[in-house]
Structure formats: C-alpha cells, structure tokens
C-alpha cells in the first residue's frame, strides 16, 4: 500500500509557474508507476502526466507538453510536477496517483492509489 500526500498548490496569475510535490509513504516506492490529474469544478478528472517508476519514461497530455515536467526523487519518495506558463483553465485540484509498475501499465489507464489534492488556482 502506498499512502500519497500532494502539496505545493495555491494562487498563480497566468503565465506564472507552480511546484507541486507528492510525498509518498512506505519502501516500495521505486515499485510504483506515478502520474498527475486534475479535476475542474464540474467536468471529469483529466490525465496531466505520468512517469515510470525507473523515471525512464515520461508521458504528458497534449495539452500540457513543453511546459510541464514530471520528475521522481525515488531515494526521498518523492514525485513533482514543474508547471509553467500556466493558463485560468488550468485550475483544478491536482491529484498524484500510484499504480504497481508492470508490462501492461498504461500511463492514462487505472491508478489504486490516490492522494487527497491539491488546490491550483490560476488567475487572469
């Protein structure tokens, strides 16, 4: 089991940029496929980006490539998402999500484990 604490959201005006960290409890770390979501008021939870659990590969939505970066520090446990230039419609409460590392993961597919959010406000 994995327990995922996000952190590093809050109020950014457009353009601007935001850390958000996940910190992620127990020694099976280096295990785990990670990814980032969100979730806007009314409409459905949206894949951000996804990493290995080696950090080998990465994987982004469209929408958000060239100016997000997921990265993983497996010694610390921990997982960030680098967001730039972020625009209004990008606020949403951002999620880090783990799922066991194996041949048939699929970086947009089912995650078991989820952390609580973080709020990303984005201001115009």
């Known amino acids: 089991q994995v327990l995922l604490v996000e952190s590093g959201g809050g109020l950014v005006q457009a353009g601007g940029s935001l850390r958000l960290s996940c910190a992620a409890s127990g020694r099976t770390f280096l295990r785990y496929a990670m990814g980032w979501f969100r979730q806007a008021p009314g409409k459905d939870r949206e894949f951000v980006a996804a990493?290995?659990?080696?950090?080998?590969?990465?994987y982004y939505a469209d929408s958000v490539k060239g100016r997000f970066t997921i990265s993983r520090d497996n010694a610390k446990n921990m997982l960030y998402l680098q967001m730039n230039s972020l625009k209004p419609e990008e606020s949403a409460v951002y999620y880090c999500?783990?799922?066991?590392?194996?041949?048939?993961?699929?970086?947009?597919?089912?995650?078991?484990?989820w952390g609580q959010g973080t709020q990303v406000t984005v201001s115009s």
């Open positions: 999500a783990a799922e066991a590392q194996t041949i048939n993961w699929d970086p947009r597919g089912e995650y078991h484990y």
């Open positions: 990493i290995t659990s080696s950090a080998l590969g990465t």
